[in-house]
């Protein structure tokens, strides 16, 4: 369990997220598998949230990333499920469906199991951020129980959203 300093440490970097998507009319929506639904929970819960955020598809499973994002299986057979060319593709799914200003999409191991390699262990996460008509690919290694990991993965997008929405406020 993470300790209350760290969850407040979240809820900071998620209201601040918010306040700057409402003060720029922004909408936000997530693809997700790693965090199965904590990124969106996070997001959902946020004061302002019901003004910015449209919604989540979670998509933990490669068949569901497949039908419902259209993520071509000689695509994942090729690089994983977990991986930064298969979360690129998540990211268009997700776009071309929902059809947000801002869309993130996160893949990753959280546990043994799935594609884990030396060069890829569990820890590794990779996401994907839409935005004016660019797309910002990030990796990352974390440690520890699956539930930090997936903590950790939705603190890094918030930052990384922060450091994208700064310009537009400054």
Avoid: W
């Avoid at 997530?30 to 965090?35: C, D, K, P």
């Avoid at 490669?62 to 993520?71: A, F, N, S, W, Y």
């Avoid at 799914?93 to 390699?117: F, K, R, Y």
């Avoid at 903590?151 to 929405?165: F, G, M, N, P, R």
Wanted: glycine share 6%; net charge negative.
């Amino acid at each position: 369990m993470q300790n209350n300093t760290q969850y407040m440490e979240l809820n900071r970097k998620v209201s601040q997220v918010i306040k700057m998507l409402s003060a720029n009319n922004l909408k936000i929506a997530f693809a997700e598998s790693v965090t199965g639904g904590y990124l969106s929970y996070q997001y959902s819960i946020a004061e302002g949230s019901n003004a910015v955020y449209l919604g989540s598809m979670v998509c933990y499973n490669p068949i569901i990333k497949q039908k419902l994002l259209q993520v071509d299986p000689k695509l994942i057979e090729q690089f994983t499920a977990e991986s930064k060319e298969v979360t690129e593709k998540m990211l268009d799914g997700l776009m071309h469906i929902i059809h947000p200003d801002i869309g993130v999409a996160v893949t990753g191991l959280c546990s043994p199991g799935s594609s884990e390699t030396q060069s890829k262990p569990v820890g590794t996460v990779f996401f994907a951020i839409s935005y004016n008509l660019e797309t910002f690919h990030y990796r990352f290694e974390n440690s520890g129980s699956p539930e930090k990991i997936v903590h950790q993965t939705v603190e890094e997008i918030s930052e990384a959203l922060i450091d994208i929405l700064s310009p537009v406020n400054a």
